[in-house]
């Protein structure tokens, strides 16, 4: 019997977004600094069965429509029809529609699963080109490594020294889809190439990126704000907690988060929103 293989999805932070403008082909131009948090999905592969799908977990039953983990197999399958696939199962920790990238993550961590359990078939640069046709977040979950992405999101450039910290995530468990949060954004078309985005460095130092984010924002924070007023109060709360230095949006939302320099921080602060408000959905982790 075939050893099932797993892999963590991990949730993907949006810590800046700049929305350039609104591309000819309906896509916004972006540049984002994005991380990563050990916080995810759990999906497992039991290689060499029938391709299917079985799905449990916290919020499991939020999902509906085409998963993109079959898409994943279907593309790679298409690409390169000797791989073997099998069944995937979900564990499905994530909100869904939150902001966190969880069925990008879920999409780059299948075609992680399957190149592991068919060796060299399915090569880096396979699943590469893969990425960049089920989404514009893919390509960037495929390594879950703090990075600066460009275009639609899809060009990825790693940056270095990103430094130990801790985040402290927090959803008022409300969904909120990404293409009205655009739409509201009503951003002017793009009229001529970007600029090329500086790749920042921190050297490893807390200090160094805080005073990098804290005039960068998230352009989608205003028009997710408006169609979900309660973010406001999710990042009014995040930002009165002792130690937390920046309180932000995630993507299109509608979770939040705050970063701190220590795990033991964050935990504090976590505690603390739990017990003001134990409806929402709130993990702590560390983050990179």
């Given at each position: 019997m075939v050893m099932?293989?797993?892999?963590?999805?991990?949730?993907?932070?949006?810590?800046?977004?700049?929305?350039?403008?609104?591309?000819?082909?309906?896509?916004?131009?972006?540049a984002s600094l994005v991380a990563f948090a050990e916080a995810g999905d759990l999906l497992e592969l039991e290689p060499d069965g029938e391709l299917g799908l079985s799905v449990e977990g916290s919020?499991?039953?939020?999902?509906?429509?085409?998963?993109?983990i079959l898409a994943a197999a279907a593309a790679a399958k298409a690409l390169k029809p000797k791989v073997k696939l099998g069944h995937f199962r979900l564990r499905k920790e994530l909100p869904v529609a939150a902001g966190?990238?969880?069925g990008s993550a879920d999409a780059a961590a299948a075609l992680r699963l399957i190149a592991?359990?068919?060796?060299?078939?399915?090569?880096?640069?396979?699943?590469?080109?893969?990425?960049?046709?089920?989404?514009?977040?893919?390509?960037?979950?495929?390594?879950?490594k703090p990075a600066l992405i460009t275009g639609r999101g899809?060009?990825?450039?790693?940056?270095?020294?990103?430094?130990?910290?801790?985040?402290?995530?927090?959803?008022?468990?409300?969904?909120?889809a990404t293409a009205p949060v655009y739409a509201a954004l009503?951003?002017?078309?793009?009229?001529?190439?970007?600029?090329p985005v500086e790749t920042p460095?921190?050297?490893n130092d807390f200090e160094a990126l805080v005073a990098y984010l804290v005039p960068c924002g998230n352009d989608l924070e205003r028009p997710a704000s408006e169609l979900?007023?309660?973010?406001?109060?999710?990042?009014?709360?995040?930002?009165?907690?002792?130690?937390a230095r920046i309180a932000r949006l995630s993507g299109s939302g509608p979770t939040c988060f705050a970063l701190f320099a220590t795990y033991d921080e964050a935990a504090r602060g976590g505690a603390e929103l739990s017990r003001s408000h134990p409806s929402w959905w709130i993990t702590l982790s560390a983050l990179g």
């Open positions: 099932a293989l797993s892999d963590i999805a991990r949730a993907k932070i949006n810590l800046t977004l700049q929305v350039l403008g609104r591309r000819d082909d309906s896509y916004h131009e972006l919020f499991a039953d939020a999902l509906s429509g085409e998963n993109l966190l990238g969880g592991r359990a068919n060796g060299g078939e399915l090569a880096e640069a396979d699943r590469t080109a893969i990425a960049v046709e089920l989404g514009s977040d893919v390509s960037v979950c495929l390594d879950s899809e060009r990825v450039t790693p940056v270095m020294g990103f430094p130990a910290c801790a985040v402290l995530l927090a959803n008022p468990r409300l969904p909120l009503r951003a002017a078309p793009l009229r001529m190439p970007p600029a460095d921190f050297g979900v007023p309660k973010i406001r109060e999710v990042l009014a709360a995040l930002s009165d907690l002792t130690g």
